[in-house]
């Protein structure tokens, strides 16, 4: 029989004599290192080899919308509405009254059968907003990781917890960074000793507590309440906040609780028109405001009209028809979704229809000085005459005259840091000897490519641009195409300027930030937008923004408008001797005359809506190019009456 110094038994080589804590640092040092049998010797007496799998096959996690797609193709009704059915505890459903900025919701006219999807749709924007939340939506990783502030809380109300592999101080890994480290062991093993004293020091050892109820009989269900108290017991009540929080590019969602759709408004700036005159002042002069941008090669606003004209001017052309307040604004707020420093607002100037073309028509005003109004008292006076003959006869048509324009960034980047100045735009007061002009353009030119970070349109200070000469409108160059091309080239450098000859003029204006809607404005629309007071002469129009690009927002208001844009005519191969063409617009609700609609928006110093409008005439010209903006109001339900007519007119600017 062998002896205990010369040899163990069997079943004491096969205990394990190392702790779940060192078995646990050995399998974290797997991780990190290439797989490893470890072989630790106790004595000469005996071996004991202690392996560690050198690789183990993970569980791939289920792929739930992978299951969910498989599942759907299972014709099982039961089981597809469970799986698309929200639990009733989990939905809070309330209602949140819809914010109108005007007093009264822009809804369609009143005695109109619409079809029951139109009014269903209409609906919307008249409803208030039904907001449904998730109750449970806060216990989910993605949206609990935000709360940074209460997981801080929920942090500090944590015992610390203590494992075994930290009860020695020292780090797995810094135990285990040499292999060749030797292992500790638990007790260490004299040739001397015996078998029970060298396994298990039990004297040492302390009992574990007792557990008083083991042999007690209980039932099941005392059973489950015991554990389930024990399972509550010392419970952290947000378990998944303490994970920590995801990068933003590797978050797999992010649901931020929106806010209700509002109607989008850019970056709102307020115009304001004061003056409009030239040298002489002998017939009315009508202007009109929109933005272009360059770059885009895209006009982005809707045009304002605007009429600056004396009473006594007025009078030359006897309006029978009584003026809305509307059409008597003279200023406008504009807004600008995509700042960019080839903003450009472009001011056109229109006159009454008269004999002549565009030169002819313009040499008045670019000969005579209003220094020498006294000397040339008969020809103004005999101009008058003549000007208020044409008003009388061709009233209602006009005839391109000259333009002029205004880099908006510009103005916005020079008064980034002043107080309220005026801007003085000389850009058109151009001659061939006039160098100075043309070293401020290029000085301009080099600028633009800082203005784009320069551009704050929501704080800046007031400006007051005065534009102190105008371009000759050119009777074959009249088209957006064409005035994008003349700006592209102005911003590039001032050889433009030299062939396009100059009107001396004055316009001033106003230019400041909107921050909050102000008093006494209406919408696109013609609403009234809150606060609207009573007994005020002119409102403040709200002009509509064209973006250059595409505005990702839900339509909060109920807006039915139709733009007209023609473009050219072509009668040079016509046998007619029509040459003073206009186009006379309307919108029909039938085949008769007297189905002209009256929902054309009416420019200046006119009714609110008419029945038809007529383009600008170019005198002679066979091939006429427009640059004409028509707004219609359509109505909700559109059948198959309704049209566009269009009728070409030759206008005879001779008196029979």
Same mark, same amino acid.
């Given at each position: 029989?062998?002896?205990?110094?010369?040899?163990?038994?069997?079943?004491?080589?096969?205990?394990?004599?190392?702790?779940?804590?060192?078995?646990?640092?050995?399998?974290?040092?797997?991780?990190?290192?290439?797989?490893?049998?470890?072989?630790?010797?106790?004595?000469?007496?005996?071996?004991?080899?202690?392996?560690?799998?050198?690789?183990?096959?993970?569980?791939?996690?289920?792929?739930?919308?992978?299951?969910?797609?498989?599942?759907?193709?299972?014709?099982?009704?039961?089981?597809?509405?469970?799986?698309?059915?929200?639990?009733?505890?989990?939905?809070?459903?309330?209602?949140?009254?819809?914010?109108?900025?005007?007093?009264?919701?822009?809804?369609?006219?009143?005695?109109?059968?619409?079809?029951?999807?139109?009014?269903?749709?209409?609906?919307?924007?008249?409803?208030?907003?039904?907001?449904?939340?998730?109750?449970?939506?806060?216990?989910?990783?993605?949206?609990?990781?935000?709360?940074?502030?209460?997981?801080?809380?929920?942090?500090?109300?944590?015992?610390?917890?203590?494992?075994?592999?930290?009860?020695?101080?020292?780090?797995?890994?810094?135990?285990?960074?040499?292999?060749?480290?030797?292992?500790?062991?638990?007790?260490?093993?004299?040739?001397?000793?015996?078998?029970?004293?060298?396994?298990?020091?039990?004297?040492?050892?302390?009992?574990?507590?007792?557990?008083?109820?083991?042999?007690?009989?209980?039932?099941?269900?005392?059973?489950?309440?015991?554990?389930?108290?024990?399972?509550?017991?010392?419970?952290?009540?947000?378990?998944?906040?303490?994970?920590?929080?995801?990068?933003?590019?590797?978050?797999?969602?992010?649901?931020?609780?929106?806010?209700?759709?509002?109607?989008?408004?850019?970056?709102?700036?307020?115009?304001?028109?004061?003056?409009?005159?030239?040298?002489?002042?002998?017939?009315?002069?009508?202007?009109?405001?929109?933005?272009?941008?360059?770059?885009?090669?895209?006009?982005?606003?809707?045009?304002?009209?605007?009429?600056?004209?004396?009473?006594?001017?007025?009078?030359?052309?006897?309006?029978?028809?009584?003026?809305?307040?509307?059409?008597?604004?003279?200023?406008?707020?504009?807004?600008?979704?995509?700042?960019?420093?080839?903003?450009?607002?472009?001011?056109?100037?229109?006159?009454?229809?008269?004999?002549?073309?565009?030169?002819?028509?313009?040499?008045?005003?670019?000969?005579?000085?209003?220094?020498?109004?006294?000397?040339?008292?008969?020809?103004?006076?005999?101009?008058?005459?003549?000007?208020?003959?044409?008003?009388?006869?061709?009233?209602?048509?006009?005839?391109?005259?000259?333009?002029?324009?205004?880099?908006?960034?510009?103005?916005?980047?020079?008064?980034?840091?002043?107080?309220?100045?005026?801007?003085?735009?000389?850009?058109?007061?151009?001659?061939?000897?006039?160098?100075?002009?043309?070293?401020?353009?290029?000085?301009?030119?080099?600028?633009?490519?800082?203005?784009?970070?320069?551009?704050?349109?929501?704080?800046?200070?007031?400006?007051?641009?005065?534009?102190?000469?105008?371009?000759?409108?050119?009777?074959?160059?009249?088209?957006? #195409?064409?005035? @994008? +091309?003349?700006? *592209?080239? &102005?911003?590039?450098?001032?050889?433009? /300027?030299?062939?396009?000859?100059? =009107?001396?003029?004055?316009?001033?204006?106003?230019?400041?930030?909107?921050?909050?809607?102000?008093?006494?404005?209406?919408?696109?629309?013609?609403?009234?937008?809150?606060?609207?007071?009573?007994?005020?002469?002119?409102?403040?129009?709200?002009?509509?923004?064209?973006?250059?690009?595409?505005?990702?927002?839900?339509?909060?208001?109920?807006?039915?408008?139709?733009?007209?844009?023609?473009?050219?005519?072509?009668?040079?191969?016509?046998?007619?001797?029509?040459?003073?063409?206009?186009?006379?617009?309307?919108?029909?609700?039938?085949?008769?005359?007297?189905?002209?609609?009256?929902?054309?928006?009416?420019?200046?110093?006119?009714?609110?809506?008419?029945?038809?409008?007529?383009?600008?005439?170019?005198?002679?010209?066979?091939?006429?190019?427009?640059?004409? #903006?028509?707004? @219609? +109001?359509?109505? *909700?339900? &559109?059948?198959?009456?309704?049209?566009? /007519?269009?009728?070409?007119?030759? =206008?005879?600017?001779?008196?029979?």
């Amino acid at each position: 029989m062998a002896t205990l110094n010369t040899e163990r038994r069997a079943f004491v080589q096969k205990i394990n004599r190392y702790s779940s804590a060192e078995i646990r640092r050995q399998c974290f040092q797997q991780t990190n290192q290439p797989a490893t049998n470890y072989q630790r010797h106790t004595s000469s007496c005996g071996t004991l080899s202690f392996q560690i799998p050198p690789y183990y096959n993970p569980v791939v996690p289920l792929d739930f919308e992978e299951f969910l797609m498989t599942q759907f193709n299972i014709a099982d009704s039961d089981l597809q509405q469970d799986l698309g059915d929200f639990p009733d505890d989990d939905l809070d459903i309330t209602f949140v009254p819809r914010e109108c900025r005007t007093i009264q919701p822009s809804v369609p006219e009143d005695g109109v059968d619409l079809d029951p999807h139109v009014r269903d749709c209409v609906q919307t924007y008249t409803q208030d907003w039904l907001i449904v939340n998730r109750r449970n939506q806060g216990d989910s990783g993605a949206f609990g990781s935000s709360a940074l502030g209460s997981k801080r809380e929920l942090c500090k109300t944590l015992s610390k917890q203590i494992f075994e592999s930290e009860e020695n101080g020292d780090s797995s890994s810094q135990e285990f960074q040499d292999e060749s480290r030797p292992q500790p062991i638990l007790c260490t093993v004299p040739e001397t000793a015996t078998l029970t004293s060298c396994d298990f020091d039990l004297r040492s050892l302390q009992p574990d507590s007792r557990l008083e109820s083991i042999l007690q009989p209980i039932t099941p269900e005392e059973l489950d309440r015991h554990n389930e108290e024990t399972r509550r017991a010392n419970r952290p009540a947000d378990l998944f906040a303490l994970c920590p929080p995801a990068d933003e590019e590797d978050a797999i969602e992010n649901r931020p609780a929106p806010d209700c759709p509002k109607e989008h408004t850019g970056h709102r700036i307020l115009i304001k028109c004061q003056i409009l005159k030239f040298e002489i002042e002998v017939e009315p002069m009508f202007a009109s405001l929109a933005l272009y941008d360059v770059k885009e090669k895209k006009k982005i606003s809707e045009n304002f009209y605007c009429d600056l004209n004396s009473d006594q001017i007025k009078a030359f052309l006897r309006n029978p028809n009584q003026m809305a307040p509307s059409s008597l604004s003279r200023a406008a707020i504009f807004s600008i979704t995509y700042p960019s420093p080839d903003i450009y607002l472009v001011i056109k100037i229109e006159k009454v229809l008269q004999q002549g073309d565009i030169a002819e028509c313009a040499e008045p005003y670019l000969v005579m000085k209003e220094i020498d109004s006294a000397k040339n008292k008969d020809k103004i006076e005999k101009l008058k005459n003549q000007a208020e003959s044409f008003c009388q006869r061709l009233g209602k048509y006009r005839m391109p005259f000259a333009w002029a324009y205004v880099n908006i960034m510009s103005i916005v980047s020079t008064l980034a840091d002043k107080d309220t100045m005026e801007v003085e735009n000389t850009s058109a007061k151009v001659n061939s000897g006039d160098k100075r002009v043309y070293s401020h353009q290029r000085r301009l030119s080099e600028k633009s490519a800082l203005l784009e970070e320069q551009c704050n349109l929501s704080n800046f200070k007031t400006a007051t641009v005065t534009v102190s000469s105008f371009f000759k409108q050119e009777g074959d160059k009249l088209s957006d #195409e064409d005035l @994008l +091309k003349f700006l *592209a080239e &102005i911003k590039r450098s001032s050889a433009p /300027l030299r062939r396009l000859r100059s =009107i001396t003029g004055l316009i001033k204006t106003e230019i400041l930030a909107v921050n909050e809607s102000p008093a006494f404005c209406i919408t696109p629309e013609l609403l009234p937008v809150k606060p609207y007071p009573e007994n005020r002469g002119r409102p403040i129009k709200e002009i509509l923004e064209f973006p250059s690009h595409e505005v990702y927002v839900p339509h909060t208001t109920y807006r039915n408008l139709l733009y007209v844009y023609p473009q050219r005519l072509n009668f040079a191969n016509r046998l007619a001797s029509a040459r003073n063409i206009t186009i006379k617009i309307q919108f029909m609700s039938g085949e008769d005359v007297s189905n002209a609609m009256q929902v054309l928006f009416g420019k200046s110093s006119t009714t609110e809506f008419v029945s038809e409008t007529y383009s600008a005439v170019t005198y002679h010209n066979k091939s006429p190019d427009f640059y004409e #903006e028509v707004k @219609l +109001k359509l109505p *909700a339900k &559109i059948t198959e009456r309704h049209h566009l /007519l269009f009728t070409f007119y030759h =206008i005879s600017c001779q008196q029979k």
